[in-house]
Nanobody, 126 residues
Framework: VQLQASGGGVVQAGGSLRLSCASSGRFFSGNGMAWFRQAPGKEREFVAGDTRSGGSTVYADSVKGRFTFSRDNAKTTLFLQMNSLQPDDTAVYYC????????????????????WGQGTLVTVSS
């Protein structure tokens, strides 16, 4: 399974970006996916994900109301719409995939994901 993230860049605080993650078609549908991020000097953290394709979506508290997780199964692409960006959102963003479904609580655990994209850098200037 190959995941290719794109869409990162430099944006001013308050701006928006849309990240995309292209995935292998056979794997994409029916399986859960997520976005994680890692800021300089910090551990990787969960951003948003779903319990399964078409299931519940879970967001980190820090991005609720600002970020929107979505997927287009026909195009086998995952998206992350990021609005009202703040300097604290500066990080490398990774898409991740796994087989099967997870509980809402387990969606945020990076250890449950088998496949990872290469990451795309988002820089938010103040």
């Amino acid at each position: 399974v190959q995941l290719q993230a794109s869409g990162g860049g430099v944006v001013q605080a308050g701006g928006s970006l849309r990240l995309s993650c292209a995935s292998s078609g056979r794997f994409f549908s029916g399986n859960g996916m997520a976005w994680f991020r890692q800021a300089p000097g910090k551990e990787r953290e969960f951003v948003a994900g779903d319990t399964r394709s078409g299931g519940s979506t879970v967001y980190a508290d820090s991005v609720k109301g600002r970020f929107t997780f979505s997927r287009d199964n026909a195009k086998t692409t995952l998206f992350l719409q990021m609005n009202s960006l703040q300097p604290d959102d500066t990080a490398v963003y990774y898409c991740a995939a796994r087989s099967g479904s997870l509980s809402i609580r387990a969606v945020s655990n990076a250890g449950n994901y088998y496949y990872w994209g290469q990451g795309t850098l988002v820089t938010v200037s103040s």
